[in-house]
């Protein structure tokens, strides 16, 4: 019913940026919010960014200041800009976007991409 799908990850250096997209598609009556979370090796998911359908946003502490999330409410797109990337920041990132689907009653379930893997090296 939903579709996640992210793009743009990819190999880059130390203090090199990238920038990721997400798309959700499908039978959509409202996004909600839109998030990116990230899994290193070895490590549980963590949430890395949110911003919501009023526009609030919040980092984690490890990114703040080198990223930054955005949407395109129209396009029901989140992008990840990330700045100064560091070797820990290599890790598969995930968008998660809480959305009400059309005719449903519930306020919002949560879905998730497939992943993007971001390797940065020294």
């Given amino acids: 019913q939903v579709q ?8 880059v250096q130390a203090g090199e940026s990238l920038r990721l997209s997400c798309a959700a598609s499908g039978n959509i009556f409202r996004v909600n919010s839109m998030s990116w979370y990230r899994q290193a090796p070895g490590k549980q998911r963590e949430l890395v960014a949110r911003i919501t359908s009023d526009g609030r946003i919040n980092y984690d502490d490890s990114v703040n200041g080198r990223f930054a999330i955005s949407r395109d409410r129209a396009k029901n797109t989140v992008y990840l800009q990330m700045n100064n990337l560091k070797l820990e920041d290599t890790a598969v990132y995930y968008c998660n976007s809480n959305i009400k689907l059309v005719g449903m009653n519930h306020y919002g379930l949560d879905y998730w991409g497939t992943g993007t893997l971001v390797t940065v090296s020294s």
Avoid: D, H, K
């Avoid at 996640?4 to 190999?11: I, N, Q, R, Y």
């Fill in 4 to 11: 996640l799908v992210e793009s743009g990850g990819g190999l």
